[in-house]
């Protein structure tokens, strides 16, 4: 008897897209964001989570991704947003840290 297939996670990072699973279907958001993009958000003074949503949409996701985040209710919609806040965080942190290759390697060379 063939099993049935198990649910899909909510979010899940395949590559460097975060895959979410809404009410109205599959929506996939891109974690690759140029540089210069971030640093407009990075720059200047601190922003609320509101203007960091509304800069996720104005400069990062394309129109499909915003018209299926418009028809969302505020709370799926928001959720949505906080997670890809997190996932593009998290990204960028395992990018700029340091590798632990590179750390062991260079520790086990010493006592040479």
Known sequence: MARAAAPKPKY???ENVLKCQTPNGELSLPLTV???TVRKLMGGEEKTQFEEF????SKIFSAANNKALDE???ADAAEILT???QALAARMSVSM???VGSADSSENTEGQ
Request: overall charge negative; aromatic content about 22%; cysteine-free.
């Open 12 to 14: 899940l990072v395949v």
């Open 72 to 74: 969302l209710d505020t």
């Open 97 to 99: 840290g340091k590798s």
């Open 34 to 36: 140029k540089f210069g």
């Open 83 to 85: 997670e890809y806040s």
């Open 54 to 57: 509304e800069f996720f949409m």
